[in-house]
């Protein structure tokens, strides 16, 4: 009976809190919309009511109010803003915590003040882990700067870390309990504790609803009906889970939500709640984007071919894409990821076990999938790292010693010229890491020391911070 009044009573939070975020948490989206876009939504939820019995007056709502340092003062550089798919945040790690810098109104902000920090996919929610666990693991709302929970339990290993799904709707950790093997729980926007499990492995989320643990690896929906259905037993019901069935896959993130893998040259995908896999195409699984799985196909006396399959259509439906390698040969490993919808960044790799298993490029070629043309931007068989964006011009390489370090050195890669240009003097010989923007917009450098930000197409710069530590992590959200 008490799980019956719970789950009432978790529906009706789950409405107001809901309504709320509406209304203010993406008040900065329908900004862009104007003012009425907001008093649409709110009569649709019944907040306001017009009656022929009276008159209501409604006041002007200062949108900005609720947005913080995350908006420009009073919207009037919403015209400026970066356009809609482009990253809006570059973050980074230093010694003092973690930093980040809004593009929109280039203003520096502090993320976590110790540890680190990890972002959902719209960089609206994030977690702070603290250096040891023996200081509360803070779930946040970016936006608002509120705190939404505190966990004190908290731990992780190299095999479990407290991690939150693209929507940033929740986070999972792994949680001591005192005399027992740890498990792992899940916590949802309302600090409620939504799910409980014994486990040592946590792979990450697939979606908002389900995560992937244990080794080998099961997806879990811990929002779904236990199994058994709701009963009044003190012992707990058995939770719904689902064998993969092999240690080698890759999580879709994206709807259709689910994982990859490929067994005997075909690749299959197992879609969360569902009990049987579906065959989508041939080849070795090599890379993921959304909706989309990249495979290698190589067969002795044939040419190598790089298919791309999407995730949302009909089983066994033909290739998006298939086209000859000019590489690809066995005994040699690959991987892959999709720049955008058009373009593939394909990267021979090698392996080395140093004070831990690193693996780095030593190949790296841009193909474009549209026109089919293959730009080879490095081929050196050194070490490196090469980051693009998907419809920049420039993208950057760093160049990396045996172990994947970094050495210092860099470049710009003109990708319309097809030739690699040197990055600005008061940057090199200092390269640390190096990221790209989603579009290619905006490139970024970190030193020891600074972090630079430079225009995608003017390569103009400015320096984001100097004179302070630099750990690495240097990304861009989304």
Avoid at 46 to 66: H, M, N, R
Avoid at 346 to 366: G, I, K, S
Wanted: hydrophobic content about 35%; proline content about 5%.
């Amino acid at each position: 009976m008490n799980r019956v009044h719970n789950s009432t009573q978790k529906i009706a939070q789950n409405m107001t809190r809901k309504i709320t975020q509406l209304a203010l948490s993406k008040s900065a989206r329908y900004r862009l919309f104007g003012q009425t876009r907001l008093v649409t939504t709110l009569m649709a939820f019944g907040l306001i009511s017009l009656t022929t019995s009276g008159c209501v007056e409604i006041a002007e709502v200062k949108l900005d109010a609720f947005i913080g340092m995350s908006t420009p003062g009073n919207g009037e550089d919403l015209g400026e803003l970066a356009p809609l798919g482009e990253s809006r945040l570059l973050h980074f790690q230093t010694t003092s915590g973690a930093r980040a810098l809004s593009i929109s109104d280039q203003r520096l902000n502090t993320l976590c003040e110790a540890g680190s920090a990890r972002l959902s996919g719209d960089a609206e929610r994030m977690l702070c882990l603290p250096d040891t666990d023996a200081t509360p693991l803070q779930f946040i709302d970016r936006f608002s700067g509120s705190l939404i929970m505190s966990l004190g339990e908290w731990t992780e290993s190299s095999e479990a870390s407290p991690t939150l799904p693209r929507s940033g709707s929740a986070f999972a950790s792994p949680i001591k309990i005192p005399e027992q093997i740890d498990h792992i729980a899940v916590y949802n926007d309302f600090a409620q504790e939504v799910g409980r499990i014994k486990s040592l492995t946590l792979h990450g989320f697939i979606g908002p609803d389900h995560l992937v643990i244990n080794s080998p690896a099961e997806i879990w929906s811990f929002n779904a009906e236990p199994q058994g259905g709701l009963t009044i037993e003190e012992e707990e019901p058995e939770p719904v889970v689902t064998t993969i069935g092999t240690r080698d896959f890759k999580r879709h993130d994206f709807p259709p939500y689910g994982v990859l893998y490929d067994e005997q040259n075909l690749l299959y995908f197992l879609g969360v709640d569902q009990t049987a896999s579906v065959k989508v195409g041939v080849g070795e699984l090599i890379g993921t984007g959304e909706r989309r799985a990249i495979t290698l196909y190589r067969e002795r006396g044939s040419p190598t071919k790089l298919n791309v399959y999407a995730l949302d259509t009909e089983a066994n439906a033909p290739a998006l894409h298939s086209l000859d390698l000019p590489t690809g040969s066995f005994g040699q490993n690959y991987r892959a990821k999709m720049i955008g919808r058009d373009k593939v960044l394909f990267e021979a790799y090698r392996t080395r076990t140093c004070d831990d298993r690193v693996e780095y490029p030593v190949e790296t070629l841009l193909i474009d999938l549209k026109s089919e043309r293959i730009i080879t931007i490095n081929d050196s068989q050194e070490p490196h790292q090469v980051v693009v964006g998907g419809e920049g011009r420039f993208g950057l390489i760093s160049y990396l010693d045996n172990c994947g370090r970094a050495m210092g050195t860099g470049e710009l890669y003109d990708l319309r010229e097809k030739e690699t240009r040197a990055l600005p003097e008061v940057m090199r010989g200092s390269v640390k890491e190096v990221a790209v923007s989603s579009r290619g917009g905006y490139l970024a450098v970190m030193s020891d020391d600074t972090v630079w930000l430079l225009d995608g197409s003017s390569l103009e710069h400015q320096v984001v911070l100097s004179n302070e530590q630099m750990v690495g992590e240097l990304r861009f959200n989304p």
